[in-house]
């Protein structure tokens, strides 16, 4: 199972590329895509989900080529896109029988896998109420049942966690996690800490092109050693941040204690602490916007 | 000065979002073309049985704007229509209404957003006069006698239709299809029973401008008086046709002749449209979602939690479905599918299109479906002919959906990434809206196979095929319902009123039935090119 991208390119103006010359390589397993707003991250997923037409470039799955051959892919796919809207007079289990019957899911494999993923994303109790009655979050856990109908070997979801509350947020990663294994899911979000915890491997993708790809425990690696941590007085901060990247600020009684990203001790009072994702996130995108 | 800037932007805005669309550059074509055949004299205005007036500025200038009071009018509204609509869909009015904004500063600024776009229209049917007159034109051209019955008879006229597609939205009944059909009607009633073409014209007639929206009794006196003028056989009367005249004799017309009571009546009509703009926002429930929900938990089709807003999730008052266990692991793992488990089944896919079609009708919708089954069943052929006809009426609001329904609640990128999309879900949505026809009509089909009338079974085979291609052809390539509704409801009044090239269902003995079925397939295959371009375009 393997998922290969190369040179994909999306020209939406004549000056303007939603996504440019991207290459990338993908087997089984969680793959994080991070990215700020408008980072091309949506454009990647409609183009992988055959919703969208790349202006360059090809896309291949296992050897086939989806541009060609769309139906291929589209068979063992599941996609949740980041803006969805479901028919307000169905009830959740009517579209999603429906959704199961455009999918192609047999009577009676549809039925269990239905009354299964109900319960996954915990909507049992509200199966039979309208679409029209149900909040955004409770739309969005609709919207991850669909995507998991047909069992699929390619897993897209964008910004899925958008709209559900803490908890529904974490039986989301849970459930990612109890997915991964032999499917590939590609995991789209501007939110580290959602990819943090499922995600084999990270790709940060900025101004329509991939910046880095690399494990998590890669990805950390490049900051071993330069993240810092001390307390300065609240004045002190406008300064700090015109030298630094400031990755978090604690507002604490004796002043603000900082975490800043820097080769070099920023501080006397600075100590090193250990990177999170956040700060390598930070890190990558500062240094590609410095250079665009 | 502060409300006119912010009437100035909201109407701007407005007008700026709809003239980027393609769907304006579709409606200039149209208005170019309305104005071709009335300037080139295929639309004309007549004095019965045969008398017209010699093509100049103000011939051309009149028949514009008659073809504008009949046309736009009536079109116009459904052109027009659909602003409000678009800042429910898009969530902008909940930002709005969080504004001091006033309700009748923002019925206001649609209603002058409205009255731009057809505006535009009327002045550029005022260029393309200038311009047929030059061509067509048998005299100099007379730039105000030209212009001078779009400007005062058009433009109020526009007022008001602009005014009306404003009330209709303002009153959540009537911003759907409902609103469009009783558009339709009340149109046509209104016209018919404020242009008095049969008396306009004959002695003793006296003009009512101040009912007369249209300005046709205005222009319709003033030319019949000419025509009698020259013919003083004349007895009076107006119409206005597309038929063609054996012996046409000419006469020269100089145009109305404009009075104070023409003029305060035109401007009386502005005054009404803003009262009916006026009266709008006492309807409008500014993007409150309580206001509508208390209407539908009155008319109990809907949960007492029914989110108004779909989409608007912070709106919503549903509670979140409680978590079962405090531990929040996922509870159940799923079941992995094998590929013979996923094997697509058409009859599955046309159920579930089915069900998605007839989901949400009312009881009281399969009552009166099942009534006219009835009815058709056991009357005569000639009834039954008519109740076929109101049978297929009936689910007009469900065929409209056809093809449009994934733009409209933004199931394309769901929908379009399931296998074949164009070999699965068009044709089984195609098939469930034939089915729904099929069994709407089965009543009819009864009655014409008892009496062997198989010009008539024909007739509606032909109809059950035509109906949903075109309802298919129409929602794939415009992405809304409107246009479908508008034509489909004008299609059916022409097939009552025996229109034979309207004639899909072999009602009239010049039926040309024999078109119908390969337009179907015609239609068809548009749907199949319109929904290839939405796939690779989603």
Known sequence: MKLSISHLSKQYRRDFWGLRDFDLELGPGVIGLLGPNGAGKSTLMRMLATITRPTEGTILWDGVDILKSPDTLRSVLGYLPQDFGVYPNLTALEFLEYMAAIKGLDARSARRRIDELLVVVNLVNAAKRPLSGYSGGMKQRVGIAQALLNDPLLLIVDEPTVGLDPEERVRFRNLLSDLSGERIILLSTHIVSDVEATATEIVVINHGRKIKYAAPEKLLGLLEGKVWQWVIPSTELTALKQKHIISATVRREDGLQVRVISEAPPSADALPIAPSLEDVYLQLVSENGKKQ | MKTLRILYHMARADFLERTRSYGFLLMLALVMWIGYLSASGQFRMRVPPDHIGIINSAWVGATMTVTVSFLLGWVGFYIVKGSVSRDYTTGVGQIMATTPLSRPLYMLGKWLSNFAILGITIFILMLEGLVMNLVFGSEGLNLWALVAPLLVISLPCMGLIAAFAVLFESVSW?????????????????????????????????????????????????????????????????????????????????????????????????????????????????????????????????????????????????????????????????????????????????????????????????????????????????????????????????????????????????????????????????????????????????????????????????????????????????????????????????????????????????????????????????????????????
């Open chain 2, 174 to 538: 009537l911003r759907g299809g409902l609103g469009n059909i009783i558009y339709f009607f009340a149109f046509l009633f209104a016209l018919i029973s404020t242009s008095a073409l049969t008396t306009v014209g004959t002695p003793g007639f006296k003009i009512n401008p101040y009912s007369d929206f249209t300005g046709w009794q205005i222009i319709g006196d003033s030319v019949s008086h000419a025509a009698h003028a020259a013919y003083p056989d004349v007895t009076g009367g107006f119409a206005f046709s597309i038929t063609n005249l054996s012996a046409t004799k000419y006469f020269h017309w100089s145009g109305v002749q404009w009075n104070a009571d023409i003029l305060l009546s035109r401007l009386f009509f502005l005054l009404v449209a803003i009262g009916i703009v006026l009266l709008a926002s006492l309807f409008f429930d500014r993007f409150n979602p309580s206001r509508l929900r208390l209407i539908r938990k009155r008319k109990g089709s809907f949960t007492d939690n029914a989110d108004p807003f779909p989409g608007s999730g912070p709106l919503s008052t549903v509670p979140e479905a409680p978590i079962a266990q405090a531990s929040i692991q996922v509870e159940r793992r799923l079941t992995p599918l094998n590929n013979a488990q996923a094997r697509f089944r058409f009859d599955a896919l046309f159920i579930a299109e089915l069900k998605l079609l007839l989901k949400g009708q009312r009881w009281w919708w399969y009552g009166i479906a099942i009534g006219l089954v009835f009815a058709q069943a056991f009357n005569s052929l000639e009834v039954s002919r008519i109740l076929l006809i109101i049978s297929w009426v009936w689910p007009i609001l469900i065929l409209s959906g056809l093809g449009c329904r994934e733009s409209r609640f933004d199931t394309r990128q769901i929908v379009f990434s399931a296998p074949r999309p164009l070999l699965h879900q068009l044709p089984a949505a195609w098939l469930s809206a034939l089915v729904v026809l099929a069994l709407l009509g089965s009543g009819a089909l009864l009655r014409f196979i008892l009496a062997g009338a198989t010009v008539s079974i024909l007739g509606w085979i032909t109809g059950a095929l035509f109906i949903p291609s075109l309802a298919l052809a129409f929602g794939t390539l415009t992405g809304s319902s409107k246009a479908f509704e508008v034509l489909y409801v004008l299609w059916m009044y022409l097939l009552t009123q025996n229109v034979p090239m309207f004639d899909f269902a072999g009602l009239t003995p010049q039926s040309p039935l024999y078109i119908y079925a390969p337009l179907a397939l015609l239609l068809l295959a548009l749907a199949v090119f319109a929904r290839r371009r939405q796939l690779r375009s989603a």
